[in-house]
């Protein structure tokens, strides 16, 4: 199946500190991918969707100022968590899918943040 | 937002035993998904099922799928340590986006 790579798997940073999250289709190319969260024994929580050459569409209650989202070409997407904060301590996993139609999708290993 | 509630939440069962997840949803779907979750890393796509189908086999797994009820359930037959995970349905939204169930966190004991 398709691979998607994500990293780093794991980050340890300092309060007011930003930390950016790479995405990767390895094998296929992604006009979207997908930026989801997930908190402790939580499922996951969709945060934005990444599209290729425009804007990201972020779902309520998420901070766009917060959580950069930049996809600058059809193979990566990064998230940026500007000025950290403990409460920002999450897991985070990103997820593209060939092409258009609504099929399988494939998920990178995840980060885990975690702000001190 | 979630979409769904999946229960049991969490589930411990003896190695060899059979284990069954539910999932129920809310708005009409064109498929349901089912995922695997190890701690701590990405997910793992088991079997996608459309709301044509009502029942899909793989292995030792098998998803049952009643759009008249809005449910679907998970059945891992002769369960190994190894399932041990959580496992997540998942609605297709726009493209690929993904609304996810609840999930259940399932133990296998050997």
Redesign the interface.
């Known amino acids: 199946g398709a691979v998607v790579s994500q990293h780093p798997s794991r980050v340890i940073c300092k309060s007011g500190t930003s930390v950016k999250i790479e995405c990767r289709s390895l094998d296929f190319q992604a006009t979207t991918m997908f930026w989801y969260r997930q908190f402790p024994k939580q499922s996951l929580m969709l945060m934005a969707t990444s599209n290729e050459g425009s804007k990201a569409t972020y779902e309520q209650g998420v901070e766009k100022d917060k959580f950069l989202i930049n996809h600058a070409s059809l193979t990566l997407s990064t998230l940026t968590v500007t000025s950290a904060h403990p409460e920002d301590s999450s897991f985070y996993i990103c997820s593209a899918a060939p092409g258009q139609g609504e099929t399988e999708a494939f998920f990178g290993q995840g980060t885990r943040l975690t702000v001190v | ?2 979409q769904g509630e999946e229960d049991p939440q969490a589930l411990s069962i003896q190695e060899g035993e059979n284990a069954t997840m539910n999932c129920s949803y809310k708005t009409s779907i ?2 349901l ?1 089912w ?1 695997r979750q190890n701690s ?6 088991l079997i ?1 099922i459309r709301s044509n189908e009502r029942e899909k086999h793989s292995g030792r797994l098998r998803v049952t799928l009643d759009t008249s009820k809005k449910s679907s359930s998970l059945l891992i037959t002769a369960s190994r340590a190894a399932d041990t995970a959580s496992y ?1 349905c998942a609605k ?1 939204g ?10 259940t ?1 399932l133990m296998v004991k050997p």
């Open positions: 937002s979630q064109n498929n998904q995922y701590g890393r990405g997910l793992v796509h996608l997540f297709n726009a493209g690929n986006m993904l609304t996810f169930g609840g999930g966190r």
